[in-house]
């Protein structure tokens, strides 16, 4: 199956999904629900709020006053570096054109439309079935509401997530990429050339850089795809660019960046702490030699490359690129230096493949089960579990529960490439029993 296929068995939507009056009230129903978490961030006392956003407001209004891009600091009491490309901070000067407080309005009211974007593509084969199964309903206004509805719902779910309401909190551009690299894959007639958003993520902030990756292992060998090779140059070209250009704009601020700064992990934050639910995290919090630690991250991060790359290649093959995609998405996330829990954004799509048409039971519950790991804030329970100081307890159970996200992550690896492709062959071998029965 080519990029930007699902299902070649998803049916085809109707103009039910589209009736137009249905999706005020659906809109309206998200904007309730999320408005306390919303309101909850946005009215907070004013150096804790929306603190990521403010590096970047700041980063833009650095290059807009000529002043070294990764030398200032935030006020006190955050003092954020400026930590990404040097094409991010020129993507950011429009932000320093706003006054803070509709800044932070514009960036919110962002999220929600990147998370619109993300939850759209991803759960496409549920909504489209959900749609379906509307058209055949005689009650108009329950054919009309139906595919609203059901986005809405999974729109308030995933706001929900830990990794988005961080987005809100720290005001973060994480969903911004989910939403650029997913619809790059997936989206069925892109009017852009496919592989120019994928570009533009990674000279943002270099983890959707794996998408290269995938691109590359799934354009050559066996059942290899032309439409991936000439994505792969688009996206290719589109990063180069784009980090060509800073040196061109901004020559300091860019060889700064390329051979200084991004050497230097401990400006994007303590790299131990719990917030850190990449692998190379998980090791350091265990505090053994540096070089033992540096050297068995770097045999998992081979390894488990090795492992999610080669489900992801077989799960394009198979025709299942949403799977494929969110593989690739973990891969982002455990095998960066640094993977803070708002990079766990990627759960979403993650959670739309789980479900994919909504037809097998058990994997809505399986979904529903990795959802709700993702809402409850698990890493700080073995903080709190660490601090109790309880002998074995704390130091073995409470470390652990610390890692719970980036643990989750690995496990989420193996469901998707393992689990799920024996799951949908056993129900493909039951419902061909099924129908060689039914002809006898």
């Given amino acids: 199956m080519k990029t930007g296929e699902v299902s070649s068995v998803e049916p085809t939507v109707t103009k039910a999904a589209w009736r137009w009056w249905a999706w005020p009230p659906a809109v309206l129903l998200v904007a309730a629900a999320v408005a306390p978490l919303v309101g909850y961030w946005l009215f907070n006392v004013d ?20 002043r070294p891009l990764y030398e200032f600091i935030t006020p006190a009491p955050q003092l954020l570096p400026f930590t990404y490309p040097p094409v991010a901070g020129l993507l950011a000067t429009p932000l ?34 959900a749609t379906t199964r509307a058209n055949g309903l005689r009650n108009g206004l329950r054919n009309g509401l139906a595919t609203p509805l059901l986005f809405a719902a999974l729109m308030i779910a995933c706001t929900y997530l830990m990794p988005i309401r961080d987005q809100v909190r720290f005001g973060q551009v994480d969903i911004l990429l989910v939403a650029l690299c997913l619809a790059d894959c997936v989206a ?10 994928i570009g533009i993520a ?15 292992i799934t354009s050559w060998g066996r ?24 040196f061109l ?23 131990t702490g719990t917030t850190n639910q990449s692998m190379r995290g998980m ?11 540096t050297g068995l991250w770097l045999a998992l991060v081979a390894a488990v490359g090795w492992y999610g790359y080669r489900r992801a290649r077989e799960a394009l093959a198979a025709g299942d690129t949403l799977t494929a995609v969110a593989l690739t998405a973990l891969m982002a996330v455990l095998l960066s230096p640094v993977a803070w829990i708002h990079h766990l954004a990627w759960v979403v799509v993650v959670l739309g493949a789980l479900v994919g048409d909504g037809r097998d039971r058990v994997r809505l519950w399986v979904a529903g089960g990795v959802w709700l790991y993702y809402v ?13 100081e309880i002998p074995v307890v704390s130091p073995v159970i409470g470390r652990i529960v610390q890692n719970a996200f980036g643990l989750g992550a690995l496990g989420l690896v193996w469901l998707l490439g393992s689990w799920l492709p024996r799951r949908r062959a056993r129900l493909d071998d039951e419902r061909a029993r099924l129908d060689d029965e039914s002809d006898r």
């Fill in 202 to 216: 990674t000279a943002v902030k270099l983890t959707p850089g794996v998408f290269l990756i995938y691109l590359l």
């Fill in 376 to 388: 409850v804030p698990i890493p700080w329970w073995g903080v709190t579990i660490r601090a109790a």
């Fill in 47 to 66: 150096d804790q709020r929306l603190v990521d956003l403010d590096v970047y407001r700041t980063g833009g209004q650095a290059i807009l006053d000529g």
């Fill in 283 to 293: 090791l350091l919090r265990l505090y053994w030699p540096e070089p033992l630690s």
């Fill in 96 to 129: 320093a054109a706003l006054s803070w407080p509709v800044a932070q309005w514009v960036w919110t009211v962002g999220i929600f439309l990147a998370l619109a974007v993300t939850v759209g593509h991803a759960f496409r084969p549920a909504m489209t079935r």
């Fill in 223 to 246: 059942d290899h795809d032309r439409g991936q090779r000439r994505t792969l140059y688009v996206a290719v070209l589109t990063a180069g660019l784009l980090t060509v250009l800073p």
């Fill in 249 to 271: 704009v901004i020559p300091q601020d860019a060889a700064q960046f390329w051979f200084s700064a991004l050497l230097d992990s401990d400006r994007l934050g303590a790299n």
């Fill in 188 to 197: 069925r007639r892109p009017w852009w050339p496919r592989g120019l958003l």
